[in-house]
């Protein structure tokens, strides 16, 4: 690719699933791929447990803050993942639209918080090796 691809994750509240995948792509991708995250209906806040689930790993996203879904940000990614967010996420022609199936971390023990963060960790690795391909 000639430009950095940019990839948006979207779940409903933007206080869970969108920010540990924002954060760990972010991570892994070491400025080879824009992110953002955004929700259908945002949060007020990121869900403790997971600002707790992403610092076990040194990540810190205690000052990240749930972001409203934009038709501009929709339309400047390159990829579009949803996670649980339904309809609410608009749908514009040439664009790469994932869903992932995931488990909503709301109201969720850390523990449980893990294995979901551990399960978006594998996704990202995989959508960062197909976007950025190492040579």
């Not at 969720?108 to 090796?129: G, S, Y």
């Amino acid at each position: 690719m000639t430009t950095t691809p940019e990839v948006l994750f979207v779940c409903v509240h933007n206080a869970g699933r969108s920010q540990m995948a924002a954060a760990l792509l972010h991570q892994r991708a070491a400025g080879r791929v824009t992110v953002r995250s955004a929700g259908s209906e945002p949060a007020d806040s990121i869900n403790p447990a997971v600002t707790e689930a992403m610092t076990e790993l040194g990540i810190d996203i205690s000052r990240e803050f749930p972001k409203p879904l934009t038709d501009d940000a929709v339309r400047s990614a390159d990829v579009v993942v949803t996670m649980g967010c339904g309809d609410a996420c608009p749908v514009y022609p040439g664009k790469r639209y994932l869903n992932w199936e995931l488990d909503d971390p709301a109201g969720q023990p850390v523990e449980r918080v893990r294995v979901i963060r551990d399960d978006i960790d594998r996704r990202v690795r995989q959508l960062l090796a197909d976007l950025v391909p190492v040579t």
